[in-house]
T-cell receptor
Framework: QKEVEQDPGPLSVPEGAIVSLNCTYSNSAFQYFMWYRQYSRKGPELLMYTYSSGNKEDGRFTAQVDKSSKYISLFIRDSQPSDSATYLCAMTRASKIIFGSGTRLSIRP | GAVVSQHPSWVICKSGTSVKIECRSLDFQATTMFWYRQFPKQSLMLMATSNEGSKATYEQGVEKDKFLINHASLTLSTLTVTSAHPEDSSFYIC???????????FGPGTRLLVL
């Protein structure tokens, strides 16, 4: 069993829709939870970074962490074609980042 | 802020040659740098962790004699793929982290193709 599970998709939604991306994890030692966005042939870009359970909002993005269920989510409101990318959840333990496999998202105009 | 660059962005080489990839933190001091590789449609896999002035720590299954890592300054780390073979073709990405921070900032990646 992988430490971090993420549905690879692909996920295709119409422009303006709310997107929900999710990851589950098995190791309760994970301390920090992040979401990265990666465009094709580019390095990952940090989108959101949280430590505790609960919600954190930044513009159209909301990150949610539920440590009791070992479940994290990223919501994208008013999705735009420019949001089309691969989204990677990531978590840290002992200063190492463990990535999910990434979900490929496509926003249809 | 927190910009990380990599050079070159892509490289094609013949089998048996060595290739050096540079990773630089442009606007902060990176006490720790990480090297990842990523195969198409797969996630990033950590290869090694390097702290400035120390030997790198390699992940299980990564050959340290094949992937030489140097982190001689707080803004520069290099990865040298020695005697590259076609199976080493991949996307190599570095990240940098400053002291006391959990966040890693990633470079744009280097695409290596070994013929």
């Amino acid at each position: 069993q992988k430490e971090v599970e993420q549905d690879p998709g692909p996920l295709s939604v119409p422009e303006g829709a709310i997107v929900s991306l999710n990851c589950t994890y098995s190791n309760s030692a994970f301390q920090y939870f992040m979401w990265y966005r990666q465009y094709s042939r580019k390095g990952p870009e940090l989108l959101m970074y949280t430590y505790s359970s609960g919600n954190k909002e930044d513009g159209r993005f909301t990150a949610q962490v539920d440590k009791s269920s070992k479940y994290i989510s990223l919501f994208i409101r008013d999705s735009q074609p420019s949001d089309s990318a691969t989204y990677l959840c990531a978590m840290t333990r002992a200063s190492k980042i463990i990535f999910g496999s990434g979900t490929r998202l496509s926003i249809r105009p | 802020g927190a910009v990380v660059s990599q050079h070159p962005s892509w490289v094609i080489c013949k089998s048996g040659t060595s290739v050096k990839i540079e990773c630089r933190s442009l606007d902060f001091q990176a006490t720790t740098m990480f090297w990842y590789r990523q195969f198409p449609k797969q996630s990033l896999m950590l290869m090694a962790t390097s702290n400035e002035g120390s030997k790198a720590t390699y992940e299980q299954g990564v050959e340290k004699d094949k992937f030489l890592i140097n982190h001689a300054s707080l803004t520069l780390s290099t990865l040298t793929v020695t005697s590259a073979h076609p199976e080493d073709s991949s996307f190599y990405i570095c990240s940098a982290q400053s002291s006391g921070q959990e966040t890693q900032y990633f470079g744009p990646g280097t695409r290596l193709l070994v013929l």
